[in-house]
C-alpha cells in the first residue's frame, strides 16, 4: 500500500511561485504514475499534471501549461509541482496521486492519494 502526503501549500500572493512535493511510504514509487489533481471551493477535482513512471512523458492542463512543472525524484520517493507565475483560479486544495505505471492512463485508475494541501492565491 501507498501512503502518500503532501506538504508545501499556503497563502501567496498572484505572481509568485511555489513548489508543492508529495513524499510516498509504503512502497518505491519508481514503478507509479504520479499526478497532481486540484480542487477549488464549489468545483468539481480536475486533473492538473501527470508524470509517466520513467519520468519520460508528462502531461499538464492547458489552463496550468507553461506555468507549472511537474517532476519526481525516485530516490527520495517524492513527486513535485512547481507552481510559477501563480494566479488566483490556482487557489484550490491540491492533491498527489498514484496509479500502477502498467495500469491504463485514466483517472479512475488512481487508487492511492495524498490528504490534500490548501494552496491559496490572493490577486
Known amino acids: 500500500q501507498v501512503q502518500l502526503v503532501e506538504s508545501g501549500g499556503g497563502w501567496v500572493q498572484s505572481g509568485d511561485s511555489l513548489r508543492v512535493s508529495c513524499v510516498a511510504s509504503?512502497?518505491?514509487?519508481?514503478?507509479?504514475?504520479m499526478a497532481w489533481f486540484r480542487q477549488a471551493p464549489g468545483k468539481e477535482r480536475e486533473s492538473v499534471a501527470f508524470?509517466?513512471?520513467?519520468?519520460?512523458?508528462?502531461y499538464y492542463a492547458e489552463s496550468v501549461k507553461s506555468r507549472f512543472t511537474i517532476s519526481r525524484d525516485d530516490a527520495k520517493n517524492t513527486v513535485y509541482l512547481q507552481m510559477d507565475n501563480l494566479k488566483p483560479k490556482d487557489t484550490a486544495d491540491y492533491f498527489c496521486?498514484?496509479?500502477?505505471?502498467?495500469?491504463?492512463?485514466?483517472?479512475?485508475?488512481?487508487?492511492?492519494w495524498g490528504q490534500g494541501i490548501q494552496v491559496t492565491v490572493s490577486s
Open positions: 508524470i509517466k513512471w520513467n519520468g519520460v512523458s508528462t
Open positions: 509504503g512502497r518505491a514509487l519508481n514503478t507509479y504514475d
Open positions: 496521486a498514484a496509479k500502477r505505471g502498467e495500469t491504463p492512463d485514466y483517472v479512475n485508475m488512481y487508487r492511492h
